[in-house]
């Protein structure tokens, strides 16, 4: 751990991969950088797929976030290049695609529709018959009735991802603080931000402070009441399978599917790892791995890749995504005063890291609001009072 300044320009409440990636840009900018988190890396990003799917992922209404998701998807290979030869490590990511299918009719019908929708917003995705589709990725189930072929929807490993902006960090001079933020300091009458107070009793003054603690970002103490909106926990249970090395490639671009109405991926990791998820529970903050969960990504995934229970099953785990009221990302300036939101991604936290880090950064660095930031200040929810939203 490098040695703290006695007053950064920045601290970044939150070491997950979204406060790190806004400490590195913000660093490579010139400014001063504090990380407090008890485990910087840890977070959602251990758990989640790493699918970067701006277009399989979209639904209706979602406009403005789409336009997100895409220039952050366009960003990410040079991201993960400059992180690479930044941190020395891989951050596993693989433009791949993304085959989006349908194991009835109605599921085919739907993904018609959501193909039509595409089309009308000049989105690059293909319509593939059954066929096509086993023709692409044999190992599918016989009755796949058709599907969407999206080749810019690719994929990052998380954990990989975590760990090279952990090592970046500490190489481009941010201070990593291995310790809990217990309160955010304020000045009389709460009238901006003055620093935060660490679970350990130490103070630590900064004039601006990046709030990045995912779906516990609300709940730091100090926040006065109607900054933040409640940043709901949307928990996610996922399974690691490794494909042996005789079967590879098993899979060898990322597979989706409704079953019974619930969503599935699939994404196969060039190193033989497959990652089954997710579910999608809103039962506040636990993180239990449930026998019923496992079984039903199992038996899902199963039905659209029958040869998948003959792999060995090596983790099950279970994380927590961060959703707004309108599970869209918070990124901007707060009302009150020297406070920075980067939070409430939900599930695109992954996706999104590049350009949370790059606009954010941006922001920070000249005090200029990126016109592509605009639609996700968090004062959008200003009208309402965080206890309303809870």
């Known amino acids: 751990m490098t040695s703290a300044r006695t007053r950064p320009d920045l601290l970044v409440v939150g070491g997950g991969i979204i406060g790190l990636a806004v400490a590195w840009r913000s660093a490579q900018r010139g400014l001063g950088v504090t990380v407090v988190d008890p485990a910087p890396g840890g977070g ?144 009389a009458g709460a009238d901006r931000v003055t620093g935060v107070r660490l679970d350990d009793g130490t103070t630590l003054a900064g004039d601006t402070v990046v709030l990045a603690a995912g779906p516990r970002s609300h709940l730091l103490p100090g926040l006065p009441e109607g900054v933040l909106p409640a940043i709901r926990p949307v928990k996610g249970q996922i399974l690691r399978l490794r494909v042996p090395a005789p079967y590879r490639p098993f899979l060898s671009r990322n597979v989706r599917a409704v079953v019974r109405g619930q969503h599935l991926y699939l994404v196969p990791r060039e190193d033989g790892e497959l990652v089954i998820g997710a579910t999608s529970e809103e039962q506040g903050y636990d993180t239990t791995v449930t026998a019923g969960g496992v079984y039903e990504l ?18 099950t785990s279970a994380g927590l995504r961060p959703g707004s009221p309108d599970n869209a990302p918070l990124i901007g300036w707060t009302s009150l005063p020297g406070l920075y939101a980067a939070t409430g991604h939900y599930r695109n936290g992954v996706l999104l890291t590049p350009v949370t880090a790059d606009l954010a950064a941006q922001e920070l660095a000249t005090g200029v609001t990126p016109a592509l930031a605009a639609p996700f200040s968090p004062t959008r929810f200003s009208r309402f009072s965080a206890k309303a939203l809870a």
């Open 44 to 187: 959602a990003a251990q758990v989640a797929a790493g699918m970067l799917a701006p277009v399989t992922e979209l639904q209706y209404g979602e406009e403005a976030l789409l336009e997100l998701g895409l220039a952050s998807n366009a960003r990410y290979a040079q991201f993960a290049a400059e992180l690479e030869e930044a941190s020395g490590l891989s951050t596993g990511y693989r433009a791949c695609g993304t085959l989006a299918v349908a194991l009835d009719s109605d599921d085919r019908e739907e993904l018609r529709e959501l193909h039509a929708f595409h089309q009308r917003l000049g989105l690059a995705s293909h319509w593939l018959t059954g066929r096509e589709c086993r023709r692409l990725e044999p190992m599918l189930a016989p009755g796949v009735r058709g599907g969407l072929h999206v080749t810019d929807d690719h994929q990052v490993d998380g954990r990989r991802l975590a760990a090279a902006l952990v090592e970046a960090c500490g190489r481009a001079g941010v201070t990593l603080l291995r310790a809990g933020a217990a309160e955010l300091l304020t000045g």
């Open 298 to 315: 199992l038996r899902d995934a199963h039905d659209l890749v029958p040869g998948i229970t003959e792999l060995p099953l090596v983790e």
